[in-house]
């Protein structure tokens, strides 16, 4: 098959700044064999050790950016980085010319952006699927698709002491 998929992360690059960079933290971008089955998943991450998980609701925060006014965060605004990095850095124009019609004016019409937020955090006493449909819910009264909504959640014990060490030892 002629699918590619390509990804983006970029806080990746420096995980243990201050400070996360502007943008969506890891962007998947499939390409199928014909354009009408190309596709954009945007990841946004949180990561937290508190066990009431109040944290995840930012994710919500980051998505309405994509429609929102600064011009900076706008899906179409993203979508046209991306286009740069396929075209320039990448040198597939074929590809960026394909992102032109993947997106839309609002959520409802973003039918191939697909939502993946994601929360790790401390997995002791906390209880990450309320919290999670919680922030699935609040997508979908957003105007985003069922489908395009897929929430993840991963759990780990000693969350907060092992994000220590990461630091300590860099």
């Known amino acids: 098959t002629d699918d590619a998929v390509i990804a983006d992360a970029l806080n990746t690059r420096q995980p243990l700044s201050d400070i996360s960079r502007d943008g969506v933290d890891i962007v998947w971008l499939h390409f199928g064999e014909h354009p009408a089955d190309d596709w954009v998943a945007l990841q946004e991450v949180k990561a937290t050790g508190d ?31 991306l286009k740069n990095m396929l075209e320039y850095g990448l040198g597939r124009s074929d590809y960026a010319h394909r992102l032109t019609a993947i997106g839309g004016p609002c959520a409802a019409q973003a039918t191939r952006v697909r939502l993946l937020p994601t929360l790790v955090h401390e997995s002791r006493d906390a209880e990450p699927q309320s919290r999670m449909l919680m922030v699935r819910q609040s997508l979908l009264t957003s105007g985003w698709d069922e489908a395009a909504v897929c929430c993840w959640s991963i759990g780990m014990d000693d969350f907060s002491a092992r994000m220590a060490r990461l630091v300590t030892q860099s």
Do not use: W
């Open 51 to 81: 066990a009431s998980l109040g944290y995840a609701s930012d994710l919500k925060v980051d998505y309405d950016k994509l429609f929102g006014t600064k011009p900076q965060f706008t899906l179409r605004t993203r979508l046209d980085g």
